[in-house]
């Protein structure tokens, strides 16, 4: 499994701009084969700083993502007006222990 751990923080006033992209582009991660769920986390601290973790069947499924034209424009526009930074971490999962 393959798990892409976006952390982000927008630009002050933008959170609405954000969740309206991500409430957009959801149907279109759906429909890619190897997408196995997203949840998205705000911090306690920082109300405009959240982290997003997907989980994807293999680097595939993620490629195809990140290539995904509609993705593709939302990402520019998500640089130029609603993240003040973000950092993307791309990760295989070596172990999973639940409870």
């Known amino acids: 499994m393959i798990m892409v751990i976006f ?5 002050p006033g ?6 309206a992209f991500a409430e ?15 949840e998205r986390f705000q911090s ?14 293999d680097e595939a499924s993620v490629a195809a993502w990140r290539e995904q ?6 990402q520019e526009r998500g640089k130029n007006e609603i993240f003040e930074s973000f950092k993307l971490r791309v990760v295989n ?5 639940s409870f």
């Not at 952390?7 to 630009?11: D, P």
């Not at 034209?69 to 939302?74: A, M, R, T, Y």
């Open 69 to 74: 034209p509609d993705h593709k424009k939302v």
């Open 93 to 97: 999962l070596v172990r999973e222990i």
């Open 24 to 38: 957009a582009m959801h149907p279109e991660v759906e429909k890619i084969d190897g997408f196995l769920g997203v």
């Open 7 to 11: 952390e982000f923080k927008v630009r």
């Open 44 to 57: 306690c601290v920082d109300s405009n700083k959240f982290v997003s973790v997907s989980r994807w069947r």
């Open 14 to 19: 933008k959170q609405e701009a954000y969740f």
